[in-house]
């Protein structure tokens, strides 16, 4: 199941980010920060009424500006209309209906996408109620007033939303191919290791339309094991593409890899590990995915007998916040080690599916914890009571304690490497819930 895709769109000082920012941050299930990932996000995960969603921010539409700044913000802005499911449109109360806005509004209707009106800074609605029935002259139906600032109107807006959604897509069949998204960088070698797969396995394959205009889902057969790559190519548009565009292809990726299962990270050999790499690696990570770390083009690199090694130094201290992603270098382009890409992704997915049984966590638990003592604090002292596996994809676990504050991220990850000790979970990341005994689920 993939979640649906809002983008928040409008011209620029109309209180986007705000708004982006108070429903991402009221309505819940946004990823912490992890460290070493960049933190200039433009998505988040949101959840209205169990209903999962990913919000977009964009910068301002100015329809007409030959600024290169503007030009560059509404080209940001036209790439994620075209890959979002419902358009949220936010104008401003206080400027009432500009020409901006009926430029904008044309350019949305143009995408055939549900458009939901929402009129901004209407901090108070019995002297600025009013002003909002004047946003009916831009024709998308009714305009719904909200205030960001002070956080009013936020739940019918969010209703309305609901009421867009595609259907079906919480129906889908269940598929028991595993899905691999092919993520990285423009001209990385996506689309070279997809065709090369397909040359090497010689099955002749459909192409089917993916979630957005620009995956494509390819599927695979190896070894009589059937897989669906997604592959997330075509990512620079023609002509220059300057990095802000790069960055805010990003989008692309998120959708990809909330389809996946597994999440392979193409990284240039040649160009080394950079911070998009970083950036790319950890969505993966924080959607809790399989990951596998493929550094291509490693027939264009010169070798001696360490140069793998310390590329893979390189790698783990940029990725230190993923110790547990899988390495293989390979070439696309001439199918050095891609065989070796299958045997990894069905390892990877076994861990992600693995379950173990309680008795044996608690074991693990408890001896952990006799040889390194649960912290304290002001004289009271952390106790474990209990672990259980909750779910897989990713491997989840619940620990039951006395005081959840008192159970530092360093002790969690003490932990977690005890249990990555005893059963393995190469590849795929661990989430673990801190719960105090007696509370209620």
């Not at 998505?43 to 209205?48: F, I, L, P, V």
Request: aromatic content about 8%; charged content about 30%.
């Amino acid at each position: 199941m993939r979640k649906v895709i809002v983008a928040v769109v409008g011209r620029p000082n109309v209180g986007k980010s705000t708004l982006f920012n108070v429903i991402a941050g009221k309505q819940i299930s946004i990823v912490k920060d992890t460290p070493g990932v960049t933190r200039d996000r433009i998505y988040a995960d949101c959840e209205w009424l169990n209903h999962p969603f990913t919000l977009v921010d964009t910068g301002g539409i100015e329809p007409d500006s030959r600024d290169v700044l503007l030009s560059q913000m509404r080209s940001q802005a036209e790439l994620a209309i075209e890959t979002a499911d419902v358009i949220l449109f936010v104008v401003d109360v206080r400027s009432g209906v500009t020409d901006a806005d009926y430029a904008v509004a044309e350019l949305l209707r143009k995408s055939h996408k549900p458009i939901v009106l929402c009129v901004n800074k209407v901090d108070s609605f019995q002297k600025l109620g009013n002003e909002i029935y004047e946003f009916y002259q831009l024709g998308l139906g009714d305009p719904f007033g909200v205030s960001s600032v002070n956080q009013l109107g936020l739940g019918d807006l969010l209703d309305e939303l609901l009421k867009h959604f595609p259907k079906g897509l919480e129906e889908e069949a269940e598929d028991d191919r595993i899905r691999v998204a092919l993520i990285g960088k423009p001209n990385v070698g996506k689309s070279s290791m997809i065709n090369k797969l397909l040359g090497e396995n010689r099955v002749i394959v459909s192409e089917i339309a993916g979630t957005t205009r620009d995956a494509i889902d390819t599927e695979i057969v190896h070894d009589g094991e059937r897989y669906v790559f997604i592959d997330t190519a075509g990512l620079r548009r023609k002509g220059r593409v300057t990095d802000e565009i790069e960055r805010y292809s990003v989008i692309r990726t998120v959708s990809a890899v909330d389809r996946a299962d597994i999440c392979v990270v193409l990284i240039d050999a040649i160009e080394g590990i950079t911070e998009q790499d970083v950036h790319i690696a950890g969505i993966a990570h924080e959607s809790g995915k399989g990951v596998i770390i493929a550094v291509n083009k490693w027939d264009a690199v010169e070798k001696d007998d360490r140069t793998m090694q310390d590329f893979t130094k390189k790698l783990r201290e940029k990725l230190s916040y993923m110790d547990y992603a899988e390495y293989l270098f390979l070439s696309a382009k001439t199918g050095q080690r891609l065989t070796k890409l299958f045997p990894l992704i069905d390892m990877v997915h076994q861990n992600q599916m693995l379950r173990v049984k309680t008795g044996l966590l608690n074991e693990i638990m408890m001896k952990a914890a006799a040889m390194k003592q649960p912290p304290s604090d002001k004289g009271k002292r952390l106790r474990l009571f209990y672990i259980t596996q909750v779910s897989v994809r990713p491997p989840s676990f619940v620990i039951f304690v006395n005081d959840r504050e008192l159970m530092h991220f360093s002790y969690t990850r003490y932990l977690e490497n005890r249990i990555r000790e005893a059963f393995g979970f190469r590849g795929t990341p661990l989430r673990f819930i801190i719960r105090e005994r007696g509370e209620k689920e």
